[in-house]
């Protein structure tokens, strides 16, 4: 159930599995990114940040690992659950707008 | 602490009609942005109002407009409805514009169908 490097619009994994979203910005000057989970009928919800001179943060059962020389971001997800299921998007900042990635669409088999 | 709210849930219009969603920010907010979200385009930044001031704007037609009022809540109008103008319009508040630090909370949306 793991995806690195490419974006893929769906990812269906196991409980329990490990989950990878891949996402790539556009803006090299971008300087903090985040990645959002929305549910269906909800506006985006905040998982986790990380700053353009970090390359690795983690959080609760998520990681977010930052590659500025190819322009791309990843979210790991540890132990996925049925929760998880939801689409994933990234985010980058430009003064006071978000420029989003295209979503994921993550599917949590029981 | 009540979220950021927005009104009205669902609305459908006909092509040519004109439209005004609301969207009240959490309390003390006073930055609000607007976004839209379609299945062809995905998440795109309309505007960001603080103070009452438009501050940002992103690359849609005039006929996309907004306004902020004294207690910060906001409202987007959409004139001349095209059928592309079928979406998912989201509504974010925080305390001066910026993000995590500063309580950047998207609402729930207003899915506005045109017909």
């Known amino acids: 159930g793991e995806s690195v490097g490419l974006h893929l619009p769906t990812l269906s994994v196991q409980e329990g599995d490990n989950s990878i979203i891949n996402c790539a910005y556009s803006n090299s000057a971008s300087d903090y990114f985040i990645w959002y989970k929305q549910e269906s009928g909800k506006g985006p919800q905040f998982i986790i940040d990380?700053?353009?001179?970090?390359d690795k943060r983690q959080g609760q059962r998520v990681t977010v690992l930052l590659n500025k020389t190819v322009k791309h971001l990843s979210l790991q997800i540890a132990a996925t659950q049925p929760g998880d299921s939801a689409v994933y998007f990234c985010?980058?900042?430009?003064?006071?707008?978000?420029?989003f990635g295209e979503g994921t669409q993550l599917t949590v088999n029981p | 602490k009540a979220g950021v709210t927005q009104t009205p849930r669902y609305l459908i219009k006909t092509r040519g009609q004109q439209v005004t969603l609301s969207c009240s920010p959490i309390s003390g907010h006073r930055s609000v942005s607007w976004y839209q979200q379609t299945p062809g385009q995905g998440l795109q930044f309309l505007f960001e109002y603080f103070s009452e001031t438009q501050r940002n704007k992103g690359n849609f037609p005039g006929r996309f407009s907004g306004r902020q009022f004294s207690n910060s809540r906001s409202e987007m109008n959409v004139s001349t409805l095209e059928l592309g103008d079928s979406a998912l319009y989201l509504c974010?508040?925080?305390?001066?514009?910026?993000?995590?630090?500063?309580?950047?909370?998207f609402g729930s949306g207003t899915r506005l169908t045109v017909v």
């Open positions: 985010a980058e900042t430009s003064g006071s707008r978000l420029t």
């Open positions: 990380i700053r353009s001179n970090m």
């Open positions: 974010a508040s925080s305390s001066t514009g910026g993000f995590k630090d500063y309580g950047y909370t």
